[in-house]
């Protein structure tokens, strides 16, 4: 950070101050040296967990804004997976944004960012490309940049896209931005740099109806749905470079009778079928949020449980272990210059 030009102090609270003691005495030895232990269960939900992601957020991040007007006309089952989730752990979130959908009984659809963090310094060679064909908020374009990552984003929303980059100059004015492209990624990805890590958090589908733009995956039916996610998957595989890894965000959802549609199966046939391969299914736990006194409701009434988890699909294009080589290789190289 130094070397960056970026106030040490700014960033202290990723050491010693949020946990209470150095961070090199904190945890077991896969922690110390992973940051979290790299196993195929990530509690999201864990103490420590949450204070870091407390510590993310409180640099300035609100990944909510530039959708203030889109979150008050959200459908009631968006609602039913969000509400609470983030206004129940984010102090760094906005009080008055907090009020205000807590007021709607709507909760923040907001990515996580220790997830973004171990996804990019586990899987993205260091200085690395990031491609992001959904990229919505904030979360993933300023994690990369504040992690030395270079970032390219797409995203229909350009009310969304002037919100992210405000919150790029009060956060990291001194780093090379991330770059976010307004517009239809069966189009932009096209012009996308060529990667070196794919990362992406899909629609899910139609439980969040994001604009009633006719080229907005939300709007249409499951059947067009696929067809277009499997364009933007397969522009995906041509922008990432041999033997580079690409990781997509996925849960399940119910079609309109109440039955799961299969999108985590069908997201991993897409990609199979463009020519990538599951590496990783890592499953990422969630907090429950008021999931405690809407599961019982669900539960008594149709015997659905409470979704506490989302999917973290890791694929490989190309040799995984030659993909692995890489991301190691350029640690080293890093390493070596801070040594020096």
């Not at 989730?85 to 979130?93: E, H, Q, R, V, W």
């Not at 709507?106 to 064909?133: H, K, N």
């Not at 229909?156 to 990624?185: F, H, M, T």
Request: net charge positive.
């Amino acid at each position: 950070m130094k070397g960056a030009g970026l106030s040490v102090d700014k960033f202290s609270l990723f050491g010693k101050d949020i946990f209470g003691e150095p961070r090199q005495q904190r945890g077991g030895i896969m922690q110390r040296r992973y940051t979290w232990p790299p196993f195929s269960i990530l509690d999201g939900k864990a103490g420590p967990w949450l204070t870091r992601k407390r510590a993310w957020l409180a640099l300035g991040i609100e990944s909510e804004l530039g959708r203030e007007e889109h979150m008050s006309q959200l459908k009631r089952n968006s609602a039913d997976l969000y509400r609470g989730t983030m206004c129940a752990i984010s102090k760094g979130t906005s009080p008055d944004i907090q009020k205000k959908f807590e007021s709607a009984g709507v909760g923040i659809s907001v990515f996580d960012p220790v997830l973004c963090e171990l996804m990019y310094t586990w899987f993205c060679p260091a200085r690395g490309q990031v491609v992001d064909p959904f990229a919505g908020g904030s979360v993933r374009g300023i994690v990369a940049t504040l992690l030395g990552f270079f970032y390219w984003g797409c995203d229909l929303s350009a009310r969304q896209i002037k919100a992210n980059k405000k919150q790029v100059e009060d956060i990291c004015p001194d780093l090379p931005p991330p770059k976010w492209v307004c517009g239809d990624s069966r189009t932009e990805m096209k012009n996308a740099p060529k990667a070196d890590f794919i990362f992406s958090c899909p629609p899910y589908v139609d439980l969040e109806v994001y604009s009633e733009l006719p080229q907005d995956l939300s709007t249409m039916e499951y059947p067009e749905f696929l067809a277009a996610y499997e364009d933007i998957i397969s522009l995906c595989y041509e922008r990432l470079k041999e033997n580079r890894f690409a990781c997509f965000v996925v849960g399940e959802v119910r079609d309109k009778k109440g039955y799961c549609r299969g999108f985590v199966a069908d997201t991993i046939n897409a990609f199979r079928k463009c020519g990538f391969q599951l590496y990783n299914d890592i499953v990422l736990i969630t907090p429950s949020g008021s999931l405690s006194v809407r599961a019982g409701r669900s539960f008594d009434a149709a015997r659905k449980l409470g979704k506490m988890h989302q999917n973290v699909l890791l694929f490989a294009k190309g040799n995984a272990r030659k993909a692995a080589e890489a991301v190691k290789a350029a640690e080293a190289v890093n390493a070596g210059c801070r040594d020096s």
